[in-house]
């Protein structure tokens, strides 16, 4: 592997034909998304061309330029999920300058209910007051689009892909594989050449990957989550290519760690639990959260939601007797 470093591109070749592009993105905690661009025989495809904002479409320019593309010779994206930081560049593309987005047909109802003027996690309110936490709800209600969430024009992508859908990518097949949980429609990418998963925040190198933080989230996103991690254990093992951190060379390896991190979650939430406490609220309020072991009130709003919406979505699970 190379890795060069254009100006503030900093691209990276992968296998053959395909090159990871580190794209800036607006949030605190989070500061780079991966694109993709797979090189075919006559043009250009990229997976998760990110952030729709002239630093970050300036960077993937100059990047596609140093492996000899322009605009132009890209034929389509392809969008692992709806999420702002993986979908929003390629809306501005397809509308801009034609170039089609595929995007897993279950991404439907989040995508449609896109609307500038509703609050950013309106469905999330509703589960925080089951999980006993009507204080953060109440807080988590009004909170505002951000002005970059409310710039971003959402649209519905040229092509909803199907379940094991292939793509013909000018000699290079991808096949969509639905892997709901993060989203309900959120997919991943096989590259039938080389075994390489294109995992978008399915399977994260560093992160627990989030659950059903969508618009319209799924009743039991966990049970779908679980299901799509043992899903690639299913498949032969290949390389990681994924929208976070650095590419690596077993995603079996990651989704074996990322299910032993949900069952010892189980075992604490049962615990807890079984101790008395019963609300999901009360439960993550006894448990400690992010790698640094942090309390629950030491985290932001809304990283106390994405946390309690994680108990509530284990205890469902368990509920739900899968
Ligand atoms: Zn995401």
Do not use: K
Not at 42 to 70: K, M, N
Not at 127 to 139: S, T
């Amino acid at each position: 592997m190379t890795t060069t470093s254009h100006s503030t591109a900093v691209v990276e070749q992968v296998n053959d034909t395909v090159h990871r592009i580190e794209l800036p993105l607006p949030f605190d905690d989070l500061h780079i998304v991966n694109a993709y661009a797979i090189l075919g025989d006559t043009g250009a495809t990229l997976v998760d061309p990110g952030w729709s904002s002239p630093e970050s479409e300036q960077t993937l320019l100059r990047a596609l330029d140093s492996l000899g593309v322009g605009r132009g010779d890209v034929r389509r994206t392809l969008v692992t999920h709806a999420h702002p930081d993986h979908f929003t560049l390629a809306v501005a593309w397809q509308r801009d300058h034609g170039i089609p987005i595929h995007l897993g047909a279950h991404e439907a109802p989040s995508v449609l209910a896109f609307d500038p003027r509703c609050t950013r996690f309106p469905r999330q309110a509703e589960l925080l007051e089951r999980a006993g936490a009507p204080a953060l709800a109440a807080v988590i209600r009004e909170l505002p689009l951000e002005d970059y969430e409310a710039a971003m024009a959402f649209a519905a992508p040229h092509v909803w892909l199907a379940d094991r859908e292939a793509i013909d990518c000018d000699g290079e097949i991808l096949v969509a594989v639905a892997t709901p949980g993060h989203t309900r429609g959120h997919v991943v990418f096989h590259q039938n050449s080389t075994g390489a998963f294109f995992t978008g925040d399915h399977v994260l190198p560093r992160i627990t990957p989030s659950i059903g933080l969508e618009l319209v989230p799924e009743e039991l996103p966990l049970g779908h989550y679980l299901g799509s991690l043992e899903l690639l254990l299913t498949m032969d093992d290949g390389p990681m290519l994924s929208a976070h951190g650095p590419v690596t060379s077993s995603v079996h390896d990651r989704v074996r760690e990322l299910l032993a991190h949900h069952q010892d979650r189980f075992a604490t939430i049962t615990e807890l639990r079984a101790s008395g406490l019963t609300t999901a609220y009360e439960i993550a309020r006894a448990m400690t959260w992010t790698r640094h072991e942090r309390a629950l009130a030491d985290l932001n709003h809304v990283h106390q939601m994405t946390a309690v919406v994680e108990v509530l979505a284990h205890l469902d699970f368990l509920d739900s007797g899968q």
